[in-house]
C-alpha cells in the first residue's frame, strides 16, 4: 500500500484516517524530515495505521520519532483507548513489560573515577548478573514471588535492596496496585522466579556516564545534575515473567476477539475490551509484571550502589529517576475538550509529566518528570523534562535512540571485539555477558539519538536537561 | 533451503520451508535452537533420554500452533535447560500434536530467544509449506 503523509509542521506528519478502510483515526508521526525518509518504506508506518483501528482509540495513533517495526503496535507507539468502549492490547505493551531506565547520580567527579575505572567496571560485572539465561540476585518462590508482583520496588526495598527514600524517584512510587498475581501464570511465575536482579541480555545495559553538556541549569541544578559528574544508567524490564505474560494473554485473547467479533488488522493486535473479564485480568497480570520490573531495577541499583561504595566509601549515588518505556496504564486526561479516563499504550514511549501535574511526586512537582533516554553505547543518553505540550499525546516522549539496522546487518559490518575495540579507542570500556551481542548493538545500528531527542524538544513535549556519554558500559 | 534468517531491524526474522507439515515443525525447532543457542549442538549435551511432547488443542490454526510450538521449546529451555530433538512428529486434524524424539540437557542456562511471536506471522500452504516469524532477542 502507498501510503500518502501530509507533512503538518517541521517535526509533525498526518497519516489520513481515509489511508486504510478501518481507521478510526488519523496517524500522528513525530518526524523530521530525515527521521521519516529511514523510515518511509518500513513496515512501522503500516503498524500506525493498524493500531488506528482498533475500538476506542481517541485523537491518533502516534508514533515517536525513535519509532521502528515492532510487533502489532510500532515500537515508539503511543495510543489511547477511551475507557467507555476501547480496549487493552498486550501487543501495545510489549513483551518486556515495564522494560525502563533508571539513572543514580554521584557527586564524583569523572577524573575520580578513571583511575579505578577498569577494576569499577570488573566489579559491576561480577556484582550484576547479565547476559542470555542470567539467574538473579535472589530467587523468589511461591508467596514470595507473589510478595514481589504484588509489592514491586517497595517490596525490595523492605527486602534491603535500596532505600525508601528511592520509592519517590520511581514512577508510581514504584508499585501498580492494580497488581494481580492470580492473573500470573505458573508458567511465568516459573520464568521469573530465578531472575529478580538479574539485567538479562538483548539491548539491555548499564552503563557509567559522565554529564557531558547542561542545556537547561535551573532545571539540571534542581535535578543534581552537574557537568562532569559521574552517573550510572541501568536498563532493563520484567524478564522472562513478563514475556511469558504477554504470550499467554496473546493466546488467551485471540479467543476473545474472535468471539467479541473485534476486527484486527495483525493477530499481534489482540486486544479485549477495558471492562471486560478478559481485560481486567491482563491489565493485573501487566501489573504485576510491572511490579516485578521495578523491584528488579531496584535491586540492581541497590547492588550498584554496594559496589560503588567500596570504591568510594561515604559516597552516595543518588536515584533521579525510574521509569517505564512499555506500559498501558489507566489515566485521568483532559482531551479534545473534556475529562475522562484513559488506557494509554506507551510502547517504546515514555511517560513525560509537566510541570504541576498532579500526578507527579512532590519531589518533581515544579520541574515535571525527568525522562531518562537511553542512548547506543557509543553515543550519548539524554535526561529530559516532561513538558506542557506533550499533552497533545497524552503526556508521552520518546524512549531512546530506535534501531535502523538489522542484528545481522550490524554483525556484517562490525564483529564484538571491533566494536569493543572502537568504543575503547574512544575511551568507553566495554564487558558484555554474550559478546555475539556486543557486535549486534554497535552504536551504528541505532538511529542518531541528538536528532530524536531534537524533534521531541522542538514538537514541545519534553525539554532537554543534559546530555550524558558513556564512559563504561556492561551489556546484557 | 531449510530456513534462513530475513532482515529485521530489532529482533530475529526467520523463513521456514519444508514439503510436509512434520518437516516444517522440525525444521522450526531447528532454527529456533540455531537462533537460541548459536552454535550449540547435540554434542555439547550433558545428558539425554527419549521423550514425548504434546500440545492438546493449542492453536487457533497451523501457524498459531508453530507459534505455540516453538514457545513450548522456549519455555522448557528456560527453565529445564532442555532441548527437544523431535524425530517425528504427528498433527491431527484438531491441531493436536504429538512428537517422538529425545530430551538433551544442555549446559546453557536459557538461551537468547525471550518469545516468539505473532509480528509478521505469515503461513503459505505451498508447495512447499513456508513459514515467516519473528523472534524477540
Known sequence: MDIQIQRKDPVRCLIPKTTMEGMRVPGLLYADGKILSEVRDDPVLQQVINVACLPGITGFSFAMPDMHWGYGFPIGGVAAFSSEGGVVSPGGVGYDISCGVRLHISRLAEEAVRPVLPSLLDALFVAIPCGVGSEGLTMQKGSRLDAVLEGGAGWAVRNGFGEKSDLERIEHAGCLEGADPVEVSGRAKERGQGQLGSLGSGNHFLEIQRVEEIFDRSLASSFGLEAGRVTVMIHCGSRGLGHQVCDDFLRTLSRSVTRLGIRIPDRQLVCAPLDSAEGKAYLGAMQAAANFAMANRQAIGSRVREVFSRFFPGEPLHLLYDVSHNLALVEKHFYDGKEGLFCVHRKGATRALPPGHPSLPPVYSKTGQPVIIPGSMGTASYVLAGAAGAAECFFSTCHGAGRVKSRSAALKALNAKEVSASLEQKGILVRAGDLRTLGEEAPEAYKDVDLVVDVVERAGLSRKVARLAPIAVIKG | ?137
Request: aromatic content about 8%; charged content about 25%.
Open chain 2, 1 to 137: 533451503m531449510p530456513w534462513r534468517k530475513l532482515d529485521h531491524p530489532a529482533d530475529v526474522r526467520i523463513e521456514v520451508e519444508a514439503e510436509t507439515l512434520e518437516d516444517l515443525f522440525r525444521e522450526c525447532a531447528d532454527a529456533f535452537y540455531s537462533v537460541s543457542l548459536g552454535t550449540w549442538s547435540a554434542e555439547h549435551s550433558i545428558g539425554h533420554s527419549p521423550g514425548v511432547f504434546s500440545l492438546q488443542g493449542s492453536g487457533d490454526d497451523l501457524a498459531g500452533l508453530l507459534v505455540t510450538w516453538m514457545n513450548e521449546l522456549l519455555f522448557e529451555l528456560e527453565t529445564s535447560r532442555r532441548v527437544f530433538v523431535p524425530l517425528e512428529v504427528r498433527i491431527d486434524e484438531g491441531l493436536n500434536l504429538l512428537a517422538i524424539g529425545e530430551w538433551v540437557l544442555t549446559p546453557a542456562a536459557g538461551g537468547r530467544v525471550k518469545a516468539v511471536t505473532y509480528g509478521g506471522l505469515s503461513f503459505d500452504l505451498g508447495p512447499p509449506l513456508r513459514l515467516e516469524v519473528i523472534m524477540d532477542v
